[in-house]
Structure formats: C-alpha cells, structure tokens
C-alpha cells in the first residue's frame, strides 16, 4: 500500500472520530445541558387541560328559597380543532348544517368558533388592540366552544337528538346536559339588579388572575354585577380540571389527572322573598298611581330594612329588567333598548342612584343642629310663611313652635332660620380661623352620607354628597374652568349662563343659601333610598349606624355554615340619646298628631298593635314642576323598639305623603298583617336561624355536567356553562355593562 | 500453504477426523478469521433497532408487525451477509459489472411507471407479495465494487490511478448519480458523490488531485443550495400527494426537527423506558421508525441508549478502517474504504437530523432504521467487509 494511501487512512480514521465526537457532544447538548426546557416544551404540548366548571353556587332568601339556582339545558359545542381537521369544506358544510338546525346563521356561528385574534393597529388614539370580527372564541383552541343553549323542552330535545343520532353529519358538534343561571323568582320576587348576573371573564379581569389559573379560568363565567359579582370567590368553587396526553393530532390519548369540580357555596340572604315582591308590587302601584294622576314617575325605589342587625329585608328599583334575561343574553338592539328605556331600567335607583330626599333629610339636619347646639329640645322656632325669599314648600304655617312640631309639620322657614344662625356662627369661626364646626355636615358623615365607603356588599352603590366648605372649594376648583367657559359660551343673561358666571366667580363660596337648601334636603344634599334606610334604622335603633348586608351567610352545597356575615357599624352616632329620643318621639308625631304630615295617610292604622313612625319628603327636582316625593318610616310591635324600616321614593310624582307614604304604609300591612294580609313574619321579626339548605347528594352535584354526553368526536369533553351571545357587553366589557351617569338631581344655590 | 503441510505432517499421529468445533475453532479457519467484534456490534444495533422499530410503531397499532419485518430483513439481511463473505472478493471483483449493470436496470426501473404508480414514491419499486426495494441502496454497493475495481486494475510501472482511471469513476458514477437524481433523492446522491471522493483520496492519487475535487465539491454545494430550492419544493409538491411519502414535506421540515429535538431532551439521562415515551407515543415525530428512529432512542432509552447506538456506529466504523488498513490488496481496502464513507456519511446525517445539526433527507440510520433494502444493503457490505478481513492476512 502507497503510504500516502496508508496516511489518508489515518486522515479518514481522525475524520470518523471527530464525527462520533460531534455526535456525543450534541447529545449531552439536548439530553442534559437543554433538557429541562425541552422536557417543558414536551409536557407543554403533550399534556393539555380540560376544563370542567364547578357549579356555582345558589342565592338564598332567609327562608331558603332559592333567589338563583341551576337549571338543566342542552348546551350544542362545536369543537373547533376536530373540526378543522376535517378541512374547509366539511366544516364549512357542517356549520351551515348546525345554522339550519339551530336557527341562526352561518357567519355568526363560524365567527363565534373562531379563535380570537389581537393585534395593535396604530389609529388616532395611538396604539389599540383590536380583535378579530366579535363575537369570537375567547377561549383556547381544545376546549369546545359552546355555540347554543336549548331549554330542555320536547321541541329542543328532539332538535338535540337529531344532532347526536347523526355523528357522521355533525363531526366535531356535542351536546350535552348541563347547568345554566336560573332566576326561580320566588314569590314573583325579581330582585334583579340586587341579584346580579355572570357573563363570560373579560380579558382584563383574566390579566388579574395568577399566570396558572388564567387557562383554567379561560372560558369562564364569572359575576359581573349585584350579588353575583360581590360574593364570587364564594359562588365560584373550583373549576375540575382533567389533564390529558394527547398526540401530534390532538387526539386524547389518556388522562394524566383528573381533579373533579368542586362545587360553589350558597349565598344565604337577609332577603325575604315575600317582602321583595310586596315591595316591587308596591312601587309598581306606586309607579301606577303617579301615572294615573298624569305625572311622570319614571322609576319608584324602595328598601327594607331590619334596624337592629343592618340587614337588608327587600330592596327594588322599577323598572327593571327580567333576571332571566339579563344583559349578556340579549341581542345588542335590545340591550340598547334596555340601556335607554325611560327610567333607566339596568341602574339601580335603590342602591346606585342618589338624589335629593327633600323633608326626609330633616332626621340628619336636626340631629346636626341639636348636637352642635343651634337648636334646643326647649327653643320655639318662627315657622313663618317665607324667610328670605324662600318660602315654605310642604309645611303648614304656624307660628312659633318647637322643634318637634317643626319636624311634623315639616316646616321649612324653622329649619332655615336654624341653617342661618348655624352659618353666621361658623362664618365667625372662619373669620377667626377656627375650623367651622358644621354640624349638619359632621352628623350625616356619621348617618353614612358622603363619605368615601358606600359600605354595603353591593358592586357601584352610591355614597352620597352633602357640601361644606372645604369640599365646595375642591369641587370649585375641579370644576371652574367649565364653569367659566360657559359663562362666556351660553347667551348673555340667560339664566344658565348667570349661574355658570356666579360659579366662575363665586362658587368656592359656601353661602347661607346653600346651609339653607341643605337643612330641608335640598341643593347640595343627594343620598340613595339604602343611605336613607341606614340612618332612619340609626334613629330607631338608638345610634348604630350600620353598613348594611344583603348576605347573611356562606353555606357549603352539603349545608356546612362556612361564614356568618354581620353587617359591620360603621358609627354610633354622637347625637345624645335624648335628643335621638326626641326626634324620634317626634317622627312618631308625623303620623300620630294631627297636622302630622303623614297623619292622613295612617288614618285607621292600628298603631296600638304596629306603632308606625316616619318622615315625609317633597324634592324639588331641575326641569320640572314635579316632585321627587319620599316616605321614610320605622315601625315595630306597639311597645317595642321598632324592627324595620322601610323607605320609598317615587321619582317626578305628587308630595311624599300622597305618592309615597300610602306605599309604606300598604308595606307595614303586609309584613304585620294588618287589614286581612297574611303576616310576612310570623311575629313581625325575621328569621335569625339560617334556613335549611336544600342538601345536595354526593355524585354529580346537581345538574351540572350530569354528563349524557353526546359526543360524535372520539373524545368526550366538557363544556361550560356559558351563554355566548351576541351583545357587546358580554363580549368587550371589562365587568358590567357602562353604568348610567349618577343620576343626581341638584339644585343651583344661587341667590 | 505452510500451514496445510504443517498440518499434513502431522496427520499420521493423529489420525481422527477433525471435530467441526476443532475446525471451526482452528486458527485459520474462516470463522476464526471474521472480525467477531464487528458482528457482535451489528447484532447489538440490531436488537436495538427491533427494539425501537417496536416502540416507533406501537402507537399506531402496528408494533408487532413491524417488529416481525423487522426480524425477517435481519435474517434476509444476515444471508446476504453471509453469502458476500463466502465468496471469494477477487472472483466477486469478476462480477462486478453485471452487479453495476443490474443496479442501473434497477435505478431506471424507478424511473418507469413501474416505480412511481404503484407506490407514489419514486425511490421504489414494489415486487408484490408485500416486497418492497429501493434500487439506490444496492447501487451503493455496486459503485463501491465497481469504483474499487476501477481503481485497482494493475498498471505498468506505477501503483497509483491516471488521470484516466479518475475519469472512468466519474463517468461509472455519474449514471447512477443521475438517474438518483431524477427521483429525486438528494441524501443518497450525497452518500455516493462522499463515497466515491473518499474511494479516490485514499486510493492515491495525487494531492492536487484531491484538492481539486474539493473545491469542485464546494462550487458543487453551492450550486446545490440553489438548485436545492427547487427541489425541496419538488419534493413538497410531490409528497403532498401521496399519502405513503417516505419523508416530509419541506414546510414542516423545520417542525420535525423541533419535534426530534423535543423527544430526545426529553429522555434525559435514562431515558423514559421502552414504549414509555410519550413523545414518541404521541407520534410528535414524523417517520419514527425509518428516519426518525434516533428520536426514539433518545427519548425512551436516553443519553445511555442513544449514545450507545452512536458509539456502535463507531465501532463499526473503526473495524472497518482497520479491515482496510489491513487488506491484502488494493481492491480490498479500496472497497473497505468505500464502505467506511458510506456508513459515516449516512450515520452522521441521520442522527445529526435527529439531533437539529444536518438537513432533513430520507437516510435511513443503517441496521437501526426500519427498510428493507436497506437493512439488506448494509448487511452485504458488513459481509465484503469479513471477506476482506477473512483473505486478509493469508
């Protein structure tokens, strides 16, 4: 052999060996060096989650009716990556199929299918995320996406059948039997906007979550409003999730673990659902009343309320809308509708929205004026016709009288005289640069009104407003330049636009006027029925100010007491109990003594056996010559500290006692059974026990998933218990739909 | 010869018949003579293979069938092997043309609708009764014979190949380089251009020479790269419409590779056992057991296993230079030498596609890989090897 042959042998053995070198070390490359990522990737694309939503929990009233439970329906998935192995044109033709049979159209089943996609388009506004033609799938890929919910009827059942007997025409389509939202109404009792209603996580909410939840949480329904959204940690329970291999096609090839749901906790309520109806049919009679007589009354709340534990009882806003077709299971034409109906049935006026309360603010502004010692249990008061210029709106003219008598008369010139001697000693204070006392303003902070906490478990309830000095100068100072543009905007001398100059100006300035308006309930003064009911509930309980619960408490599905909830006290109110005493003793005037502004309307009452005190309001509303009419009352077994109180305000009516107070008094009738009512209460006094839960049985909690599953993949998979509709609010919105503006009704306190 | 009068000598002592174990255990006896660590190291890339053929096929339901093909292109294969040694090298040299000749018939025949109608792939052409061969794979051992014989013709006066022999092996090669070509498949035309380079280098010529074909080889690449284009597109083209397509389609190249990738780092050092490869039972890798059968080693029996197989290729590489080093005869190292190239060549590519480091081409791993041919193939130039090795030292 030449040796140049024999020297290229050893070239090519050097060869062959950096080779098998090169091998080895790229194998200890991947398999130690790079394998915990490449083991990640591996399990990341092999293990997939399937997720099985836990059945939430049910909304109670105290006697254990159910307010919202789960009912069975037929839910049509269309699992969309089964199908897209199947090819455009076999999906194409099965979705046209399902649109045929489930009455509704291609495009919008095909678009709702859709995964999902976002991109940053540059516009106008800068950079916006932008998603593909709504609605879509929000979900991920392997999880079937539900596309129709079918009330189990004969009609839906056959439908259903006719999908699950055909598999080879539906490739890809299931239907199942599970839970949705249900409103039994108990009682006719709707109770909807309190209650709430869930609606598909937004993505913003989803962002919130742990990284490891957000998958399991994915294709959620979460609480979007009311009690439903408050209590959803509770409701919610655990989502069952079954982790599958599944190979390169996607198909499942076993289960890796299966964790079942568990299942949510029951909300039981201070509510009762025979009080909730009374009172809903009370304010629609009251709504009716007003109308009959030609006004307006675009809406009528009302609440009730237990004063010795701070529970709310009822509490309604009409109009509102059905529980059943709540928001996010409506076309968008009639959301809109809904979100512009007059009266603005989807804002809750009870809790959510605050307005003057007229005379009925008397309870706060006397406590103020008895505490910071501008008036006296001992002084008589001119109750003239007029004082500067303001006249007396509800009351009688009567001369000069005391306090108490100015309370049942309601009259406003006493009060003025008060807000004015209360003004110039606090105008002195400031001028010797002491703080102002403000008692008026101090005692309704204390009643709960105008502070920061609304303090109720109830999602957006309002908190009121009532001005002093220092918050007048910040708000003057938010709002000025507005102020002053439309004082050189509007015509010249227009009323608009000599309030906007005045403001531009002067409206840093806390006037006489202004203490004026705010003693009878007036001008800066607004508060929701609730904040009424809380205060009134102090008056009658002796000082506690609660921040009421419409829960009572957390009940595990199997009746296990989780938690107890009490409402909290936000404040005993600083107000002498003898002065409480006699303001109160005086609201018992109100309907006892002639002259009472209420006496009419509690003529023939059997207060011997119900003993009824409360307060009448009349609300000067802008733009109209129509009232904002209140009735304030507290009643309890003749004898006794009072037990309840109940509040109704009907908006664009007559005075408080002719179109709220007969509402009040038709409520007390009903809770004590007076004039051939049956007794809501047996013994006038809710139920301090928690109601029985109805227990459920171990195995497929209630009907959830109760799993006849009809699956025409090879695989079966949950769904969830979603309602994929058509509205924008369930689709984009982050959380409720856009809530109304406040509606706030104030007064120009220009003089 | 000194050994046979030896032994004659010594015949009237012992006048018994030899045993056949005494014979077959003489020192000169052809069973003594085979390189025995070059079988044990096929026999063991076997039984892993049979092995990873199993778990490569199990998820789709055909384990046990394949595993019985499997065997059955074993003992094919090992016949073959066999019957290569036996006959002697230098009356195999004699045939050498009528191999070359039948090889092309084969080549061409996959050109016909013969190759290309009945199974959708063009490197093959089905005989019936479920036998399937790949002409290419036996033309690499009849480039191999032909290109050493071409090499080793005796010369007056000098020992290394003329400018002319060089020319002859191109023109020998380029036929069935371009009939493979045309089929198209790029991974055995690159097998034969790596074998016949290195048949040429070390059979002597000059440097110059050698330096030449090197830098033809790199304006060969480059004009490959571009051509390459094409073809993958051709082959995406192709694949796309036949079900049964012996590799991938070139968009989802990129995809199997990641995959391979995946399952081997996800075996780590031990691996998740035979069949317990979830990678592999997922069938995340395309061609798990012809072309992507590493993976699964790698997945399911680890650095240990995976390395092992590299590590036996090894060995068979290095008992092979040595059988080279080692041959009586030009022809014999020649053919040594062709068959080292070979096996390299297409071990590295194989597992270094698995690995993420060589382009994907449809080169099966030799004797681990499910296929036939190519079982049978690698199994006579192991036996050309032995009947090197056997006539070597006599």
Not at chain 1, 184 to 201: C, F, H, N, R, T
Not at chain 1, 380 to 386: K, N, P, R
Request: hydrophobic residues 40%.
């Amino acid at each position: 052999m030449p040796d140049r042959s024999r020297l290229r042998l050893v070239v090519l053995g050097v060869l062959v060996l950096s080779l098998v070198a090169t091998l080895l070390g790229r194998l200890w490359y991947l398999q130690v060096l790079n394998a915990p990522q490449l083991r990640a990737e591996a399990l990341n694309q092999q293990i997939h989650d399937i997720v099985t939503p836990a059945p939430r929990g049910e909304i109670l009233d105290d006697t254990g009716k159910p307010f919202v439970d789960n009912k069975p329906a037929l839910v049509v998935s269309v699992d969309r990556t089964a199908l897209d192995r199947l090819g455009t044109a076999v999906e194409s033709t099965v979705l046209h199929r399902l649109a045929v049979e489930l009455g509704t159209s291609y495009t919008l089943l095909s678009n709702e299918t859709k995964p999902c996609s976002y991109k940053k388009v540059q516009t106008s506004h800068g950079l916006e995320v932008t998603s593909s033609p709504t609605p879509c799938n929000n979900g991920v890929a392997y999880q079937p996406v539900v596309v129709s919910q079918l009330k189990p009827t004969l009609a839906a059942a056959r439908k259903a059948l006719q999908i699950k007997e055909k598999p080879e025409d539906y490739p890809g389509v299931t239907v199942e039997l599970t839970g949705i939202r249900h409103y039994p109404k108990p009682d006719g009792a709707l109770a909807s906007s309190m209650l709430g209603y869930i609606q598909p996580i937004s993505l913003g909410q989803l962002d919130k979550l742990p990284t490891a939840d957000r998958a399991i949480y994915q294709n959620a329904d979460v609480g979007a409003t009311g009690l439903e959204s408050e209590y959803e940690q509770d409701l919610r329970g655990v989502p069952g999730v079954k982790q599958v291999s599944v190979d390169h096609l996607g198909a499942v090839t076993g289960t890796v673990k299966d964790t079942p749901p568990v299942p949510g906790d029951d909300v039981v309520t201070n509510l009762d659902a025979g009080v909730q109806a009374a009172l809903e049919h009370e304010l629609q009679a009251a709504i009716n009343a007003a109308r009959s007589s030609h006004l307006t009354a675009d809406f009528a709340a009302g609440v009730v309320l237990n004063v010795r534990t701070g529970g709310i009882v009822a509490m309604s806003s009409l109009p509102t809308y059905q529980p059943n077709q709540a928001p996010p299971t409506l076309t968008t034409k009639r959301y809109n509708q809904l979100l512009h109906a007059p009266g603005s049935p989807l804002f809750d006026k009870a809790f959510q929205g605050a307005s003057a309360p007229g005379s009925t603010f008397k309870l706060i502004s006397s406590s103020g004026l008895l505490w910071d010692g501008t008036a006296s249990r001992y002084g008589t008061y001119d109750c003239s016709g007029s004082y500067l210029g303001k006249t007396n709106f509800e009351g009688e003219v009567g001369g000069f009288e005391s306090l108490h008598q100015a309370i049942v008369q309601s009259c406003d010139t006493v009060f003025y005289r008060l807000a004015v001697a209360d003004w110039n000693r606090d105008n002195r204070l400031v001028k010797e640069h002491k703080p102002p006392v403000e008692g008026v303003q101090r005692i309704a902070h204390a009643y709960g009104i105008g502070v920061k906490n609304p303090g109720v478990d109830l999602p957006g309830a309002a908190t009121g407003h009532i001005a002093d000095r220092k918050n007048q100068r910040l708000n003057w100072l938010a709002l000025k330049k507005d102020y002053c543009a439309g004082a050189a905007r509007r015509t010249r001398g227009s009323p608009l636009q000599r309030l906007d100059a005045f403001n531009c100006k002067d409206g840093y300035l806390f006037q006489p006027g202004d203490q004026m308006n705010e003693d009878i309930g007036q001008g800066t003064v607004t508060l929701s029925p609730l904040q009424l009911a809380v205060a009134y509930a102090a008056l009658a309980n002796g000082g506690t100010v609660f921040e009421p619960r419409v829960a009572k408490a957390i009940v595990s599905p199997t009746g296990k007491l989780i938690k107890r909830i009490k409402a909290p006290v936000r404040d005993h109110l600083p107000v002498s109990k003898i002065d409480l005493d006699y303001i109160r003793n005086a609201m018992y005037g109100v309907t006892h003594e002639q002259g009472g502004t209420g006496y009419g309307v509690f003529a023939g009452f059997p207060m011997g056996r119900v003993d009824v005190g409360g307060k009448t309001g009349t609300a000067e509303l802008t733009g109209t010559s129509q009232n904002g009419s209140w009735f304030a009352s507290f009643a309890g077994p003749a004898g006794q500290a009072p037990q309840f109180v109940t509040v109704i305000e009907v908006d664009k009516s007559d005075q408080g006692a002719v179109s709220a107070a007969p509402f009040v008094r038709n409520m007390w009738e009903q809770i004590y059974g007076i004039g051939g009512n049956k007794a809501l209460f047996p013994n006038g006094v809710p139920p301090t026990k928690l109601p029985k839960v109805r227990i459920v049985e171990a195995g497929p909690p209630r009907h959830h998933h109760a799993h006849a599953t009809v699956s025409s993949s090879s695989t079966s998979r949950a769904t969830t218990s979603t309602s994929t509709s058509t509205t924008p609010a369930s689709q984009a919105a982050d959380g409720p739909p856009p809530a109304l503006e406040a509606r706030t009704e104030r007064r120009g306190s220009a003089q | 010869m000194t050994d046979w009068s030896e032994s004659t000598r010594s015949a009237p002592i012992s006048l018994r018949r030899e045993t056949f174990r005494e014979r077959a255990m003489d020192r000169d006896s052809f069973l003594r003579q085979l390189d025995w660590v070059l079988v044990a190291a096929v026999a063991v890339l076997c039984v892993l293979g049979c092995a990873l053929v199993w778990a490569a096929a199990k998820p789709q339901g055909l384990g046990s069938s394949y595993l019985k093909k499997d065997i059955l292109n074993i003992a094919i294969g090992s016949s073959l092997a066999v019957l290569a040694a036996l006959v002697d090298y230098r009356t195999l040299r004699a045939y050498t043309p009528v191999l070359y000749g039948a090889s092309l018939i084969g080549l061409l025949a996959v050109l016909t609708p013969l190759g290309s109608t009945i199974n959708g792939a063009h490197s093959w052409i089905r005989l019936g009764g479920g036998f399937e061969v790949q002409p290419s794979e036996f033309a690499k051992i009849a480039v191999v014979l032909g290109i050493a014989m071409l090499l080793a013709e005796k010369r007056e006066g000098r020992t290394e190949p003329t400018r002319n022999d060089i020319l002859w092996c191109f023109g020998l090669s380029a036929l069935p380089v371009v009939l493979i070509l045309a089929q198209p498949d790029v991974g055995s035309v690159m097998v034969f251009v790596i074998t016949i380079f290195g048949m040429l280098a070390l059979s002597g010529i000059p440097g110059r020479y050698v330096g030449g074909m090197l830098a033809l080889a790199i304006v060969g690449a480059f004009f490959v790269i571009h051509a390459h284009l094409l073809h993958s597109y051709q082959l995406a083209r192709f694949q796309a419409l036949s079900h049964n397509n012996n590799s991938v389609a070139a968009q989802t190249f990129s995809f199997n590779q990641k995959q391979a990738g995946i399952a081997i780092g996800h075996g780590g050092w031990f691996g998740q056992g035979l069949g317990h490869g979830t990678q592999t039972n997922g069938q995340f890798v395309p061609e798990q057991q012809t072309d992507f059968v590493f993976s699964v080693a790698g997945e399911e029996l680890g650095l240990v296993g995976a390395g092992l197989i590299v590590l036996l290729s090894g060995i068979v590489l290095w008992r092979a230079l040595r059988i080279a080093r080692y041959a009586r005869d030009r022809f014999g190292m020649l053919v040594g030498v062709g068959i080292v190239c070979w096996f390299a060549f297409q071990t590295f590519e194989n597992v270094g596609m698995n690995l993420g480091i060589m382009p994907i081409t449809g080169l099966p791993l030799p004797f681990v890989s499910y296929g036939g041919t190519s079982m049978f193939a690698s199994m006579i130039a192991i036996g050309l090897l032995q009947n090197v090795r056997v006539r070597s030292n006599t």
